[in-house]
């Protein structure tokens, strides 16, 4: 099929592989009797919070907890802190009034989300001070704008509201420590596709390290089986794949026979460089739903499943800089997966094609991606390894090798899933919207990703990263500026051609709308699906034509009405300097 083989070969750009070494695989038995969380028994649950304890490796991957909207209103509190572990590694948590930490928000189309954010961070020198916070004044969080490493907001990333404040503003709204919880309140569209999306803080120059810390949850709008009957009444998982700095940096890396392992180099900011052989020491470590499996070893996590039963598994890869390509072995061979869902969007062509599934046997993921399948199912006693193949982000980029996240393990004595979909789902109603791929676009603008040191006569100093329109000067984003990067207009359709004139894979990232892509390298392709971010290989430095997507941009909602943000979402890229921002003016209105 040629959509399945474009959207999953295509967009795999993987360095060699090499098979995973038997060292690196610890006992599935063995790791069964890991314990589910790092705190003790003798650890209350206030301690975990003030420390933001995560599982051990190993441990038996449980779904993230609930938060669940009741007679149209889903209402939380979360306090967002943070603490330095003793190994030097700030982690971040959002706690819900349970003790939860980032639970996952489930809300309908139509629902109101009103949710209290306190923003409880200290400076990372100390953890029990809050003399600096208190030095400073109380706020208007809808008008501060004050950026710095205390200062937090929320985005919630692909949901098409509003870019005003207590809805997804994430430019001028800035939560300080010494206010006030501050609330966030609206009403999921009515047209919401059914899905998988997520929050995260978005403060510019702060958002990397906070992430990288643990700073996300999934968010799911309800009603996935209402587009695909496939799905119905079927068992649901929800893993959240995150990284974070290495647990083990100065650990030698496993037993590999006799090649020695390649060399680890770094870019100016510190991260290790791809080498081009797929193995080595990774840029960052990977964790499933906070269960970290370290360089060198790669503990799995472990996944239950009942023997032959089918489940719908959403992956969020809500990783800071790492790129994802998922696949399950079972007896080292890929057991397909049947791809429902990309970005919170099914692949229904805005319902045109309802229950339509796309076969892959791995599916690859740049930071934000997200991913619902059918998990196939396995037999008594069988057992499966889910993994990220190596991914080439090119000589500038990360090194992100192949390596397991999970041992999936199939016994009847495994929990049953806490979630199920519906049974007996209503099938969703017909848009009137005319799909994407069939509205022709208002113009044509071209935004390419270039890189500069910020030193000029020092190569080796800090990258400034830059995302610029053709025919602008390229300059790394100004949170100041008064004028937006791009005017447009509510009802436009519009293709964006993304250039990469870099050495390294960038993701590209809209807010408030989602896209089409219509090109590849400027050959037209067929992807009747939508998506809020996608990947732009990497220039060779050689070629006379640079990489490209061509991007069908939808600002026919009154949602998209206001001032928002693209970036590339490798966090690091985006906090220096890659970043712009799109006024979309409402119809036939000059300004506002």
């Not at 083990?248 to 290790?272: F, K």
Request: glycine share 6%.
């Amino acid at each position: 099929m040629l959509i399945q083989r474009f959207m999953f070969e295509r967009f795999s750009i993987a360095a060699p592989r090499r098979p995973l070494c038997k060292a690196r695989i610890l006992s599935a038995a063995l790791l069964a009797l890991a314990p589910l969380s790092a705190s003790t028994s003798a650890h209350t649950q206030a301690d975990a919070q003030k420390d933001c304890a995560r599982p051990l490796p190993g441990s038996v991957v449980a779904d993230p907890p609930e938060v669940r909207s009741h007679n149209g209103v889903l209402q939380a509190d979360l306090t967002y802190s943070n603490f330095k572990a003793a190994n030097g590694q700030e982690h971040y948590c959002y706690w819900d009034t349970s003790g939860a930490d980032s639970p996952t928000l489930r809300i309908s189309p139509g629902d109101l989300l009103i949710l209290h954010l306190k923003n409880e961070l200290v400076a990372a020198s100390s953890n029990t001070s809050k003399d600096h916070e208190t030095s400073m004044a109380v706020s208007d969080p809808c008008a501060s704008a004050r950026m710095t490493a205390l200062s937090t907001n929320l985005h919630f990333h692909g949901l098409t509201v509003p870019p005003v404040c207590h809805e997804d503003d994430v430019l001028r709204t800035m939560v300080q420590p010494q206010d006030a919880p501050f609330e966030y309140r609206f009403r999921i569209p009515d047209d919401e596709s059914p899905g998988l999306y997520w929050y995260h803080p978005h403060t510019h120059g702060f958002s990397n390290p906070q992430v990288l810390g643990g700073a996300s949850g999934a968010l799911i709008v309800e009603g996935i089986e209402r587009a695909n009957k496939e799905l119905a009444g079927l068992p649901q998982r929800v893993f959240v794949i995150r990284d974070q700095e290495l647990l083990h940096p100065d650990a030698e890396p496993a037993a590999t026979g006799s090649m020695p392992p390649p060399p680890v180099l770094r870019d100016a900011e510190g991260e290790i460089l791809n080498n081009g052989s797929g193995g080595g020491k990774p840029a960052k470590d990977l964790s499933i739903n906070f269960i970290p499996v370290p360089w060198p070893d790669y503990p799995p996590a472990i996944i239950r499943v009942r023997p032959a039963e089918r489940q719908v598994w959403r992956v969020l890869n809500a990783s800071a800089i790492t790129y994802l390509d998922l696949q399950i072995l079972v007896e080292n061979k890929p057991q397909s997966m049947a791809v429902v869902a990309l970005d919170g969007e099914p692949l229904d062509e805005n319902g045109m094609t309802p229950d339509r599934i796309l076969w892959a046997d791995h599916v690859f993921l740049p930071p934000a991606g997200r991913v619902e399948f059918l998990f196939k199912g396995l037999p008594q006693g069988a057992q499966a390894r889910l993994i990220t193949r190596s991914v080439d982000t090119g000589p500038a980029g990360e090194n992100d090798p192949v390596r397991p996240l999970a041992t999936v393990i199939a016994s009847e004595g495994s929990p049953e899933p806490a979630s199920r979909l519906g049974a007996s789902p209503a099938p969703l109603p017909h848009s009137a919207a005319v799909w994407l791929g069939n509205v022709p676009p208002v113009r044509t603008r071209k935004l390419y990703f270039s890189e500069r040191p910020s030193d000029p006569g020092a190569p080796n100093s800090p990258t400034v990263f830059m995302i610029t329109v053709d025919g602008q000067t390229p300059a790394p984003f100004d949170s100041h500026a008064a004028q937006p990067d791009i005017v447009a207009h509510q009802g436009d359709v519009e293709d964006w051609v993304i250039e990469n004139r870099t050495q390294e894979m960038h993701a590209f990232h809209i807010h408030q709308v989602h896209f089409m892509l219509t090109r590849w390298m400027g050959v037209q392709v067929d992807e009747p699906f939508l998506r809020d971010t996608i990947n732009v290989p990497y220039w060779d430095g050689k070629s006379a034509r640079y990489p490209s997507v061509t991007l069908r941009m939808d600002f026919r909602d009154p949602n998209a009405v206001g001032t928002f943000v693209y970036h590339c979402h490798l966090l690091e890229h985006e906090d220096g300097g890659m970043m712009g921002t799109i006024r979309v003016l409402p119809k036939n209105r000059d300004s506002y």
